[in-house]
């Protein structure tokens, strides 16, 4: 009991307590803890909300700015406002630990919260704070401590002049290749149109050649006649020359022979069929056609009108 009372008399001085009558009241308040179980309070986190807000609008803020960044064309380039000086929050207030007091001391159980809700407490925020660092180091958000406004306008302004030599080169190629383009347009037009020029003398051309073709044919159509004609000519020649050449050998086999004996006789009379020759000798003989008649031979004819007998050795006897 002395101890209780040298313990609580140091209290009383720490924290000022007014009579003896609240400590008893107290008193009164431990033995119904005894029996009843303590509730416990809780730390008011109107502080972590406050700190939670705050970095999560600098975050936010910090991931537009990145985005809007990104975004940008090359055709269009804005340079963004000067970067202002985030303001950095508030530390979140923190309660002193009151000192260790006695088990069953009431302004322990009263004012102090347990020791499981206190590290409770302290887990979320201490994960928040490592998701928020990690977020800053991912997004690379340009802090006062990094980067300052005017650093930043200086890097705004020579990434805009790097852009404005590279679009002014990009449109040099361009206007070039274009021009490059054109010319060369121009050269396959005045080919083409030479090509088609071309293209009309040589279909004149061959409609001439064909033309051309078109009277050879006839020429040749006429030619091939005039040679069948040629060719049917001397083979009607031909066949007339034979004709005549063999009517010469039927006649000259035909045609008496010249005789070699002497006319030694002469006609003294002739009738048709018949005839009477008289020989040097004074003698008369009767002939007919078909007679042998010694060496004149065979007698052929016997032609009364003209006064003559042929004979086949080819005299005649008048």
Do not use: C
């Not at 923190?94 to 159980?109: E, I, K, Q, S």
């Not at 040589?202 to 064909?210: A, F, K, Q, T």
């Not at 005789?259 to 008289?278: C, E, F, K």
């Not at 002939?287 to 008649?293: F, I, N, Q, T, W």
Request: aromatic fraction near 4%; charged fraction near 25%; avoid cysteine.
């Amino acid at each position: 009991m002395a101890d209780n009372d040298n313990k609580n008399d140091e209290f009383e001085d720490e924290f000022e307590f007014d009579s003896d009558e609240n400590f008893d009241a107290d008193a009164d308040l431990s033995s119904q803890a005894d029996t009843a179980p303590v509730a416990e309070r809780k730390k008011s986190s109107f502080p972590w909300l406050i700190a939670v807000a705050v970095l999560g609008g600098i975050g936010f803020g910090g991931y537009q700015f990145i985005k809007s960044g990104s975004d940008e064309s090359v055709g269009e380039i804005t340079t963004p406002p000067p970067a202002q000086q985030a303001k950095t929050p508030a530390p979140a207030p923190t309660v002193a630990p009151h000192a260790a007091l006695p088990a069953h001391d009431p302004m322990a159980l009263a004012d102090e919260p347990p020791a499981v809700a206190q590290s409770e407490a302290s887990q979320p925020s201490m994960a928040l704070d490592s998701q928020l660092d990690s977020l800053a180091q991912q997004q690379s958000i340009p802090t006062p401590d990094t980067a300052t406004s005017t650093e930043l306008d200086a890097a705004v302004s020579k990434t805009k002049q790097d852009l404005e030599k590279s679009l002014g080169g990009l449109k040099k190629d361009i206007t070039s290749l274009t021009e490059s383009n054109t010319q060369k347009i121009k050269d396959i037009e005045k080919d083409l149109e030479l090509t088609a020029g071309k293209m009309v003398n040589v279909d004149r051309s061959l409609g001439d050649i064909h033309q051309d073709i078109k009277q050879l044919t006839q020429i040749v159509k006429s030619l091939t006649e005039q040679v069948n004609e040629l060719y049917a000519s001397r083979e009607a020649y031909k066949a007339d020359q034979a004709n005549k050449a063999r009517k010469a050998r039927v006649a000259a086999s035909s045609a008496p022979k010249k005789s070699t004996v002497s006319q030694s006789m002469t006609i003294h009379a002739i009738i048709p069929g018949r005839a009477w020759l008289r020989t040097q000798e004074g003698k008369t003989l009767s002939v007919a056609e078909g007679d042998m008649l010694g060496e004149y031979g065979k007698i052929l004819k016997i032609d009364a009108p003209t006064g003559t007998v042929i004979t086949s050795s080819g005299v005649t006897i008048r």
